[in-house]
């Protein structure tokens, strides 16, 4: 089992910056993604960015050049810099963990919300 708690969501103005982390407890060494996915309301579920156990790193289009994933290790823990954030990047977003033997856990989600 792994447990994922998400913080660092918030309300920022256009054009603003967010560091959401996420840290891992449980059976962390089983580990082999680490990422963001969220979901605005009205829609499904989508990849934000993903981190794998040897860090190769995958994102979204949508988030290309201004989101940037990374993770610490020695804590478990990753965290996702959210920069240039647009309104439409408005969504609860969820820390995803992967383990080896084709499990999947979830977050509970933290809230970012972009307006002026």
């Known amino acids: 089992q792994v447990q994922l708690v998400e913080s660092g969501g918030g309300l920022v103005q256009p054009r603003g910056s967010l560091r959401p982390s996420c840290s891992a407890s449980?059976?962390?060494?089983?580990?082999?993604?680490l990422g963001w996915y969220r979901q605005a309301p009205g829609k499904q579920r989508e990849l934000v960015a993903e981190?794998?156990?040897?860090?190769?790193?995958n994102y979204a289009d949508s988030v290309k050049g201004r989101f940037t994933i990374s993770k610490d290790n020695a804590k478990a823990a990753v965290f996702l810099q959210m920069n240039s954030l647009r309104p439409e990047d408005k969504a609860v977003y969820y820390c995803?963990?992967?383990?080896?033997?084709?499990?999947?856990?979830w977050g509970q989600g933290t809230q970012v919300a972009v307006s002026s």
């Open positions: 995803n963990a992967g383990t080896r033997e084709g499990q999947s856990y």
């Open positions: 449980g059976s962390t060494f089983s580990l082999l993604t």
């Open positions: 981190i794998s156990k040897f860090a190769n790193t």
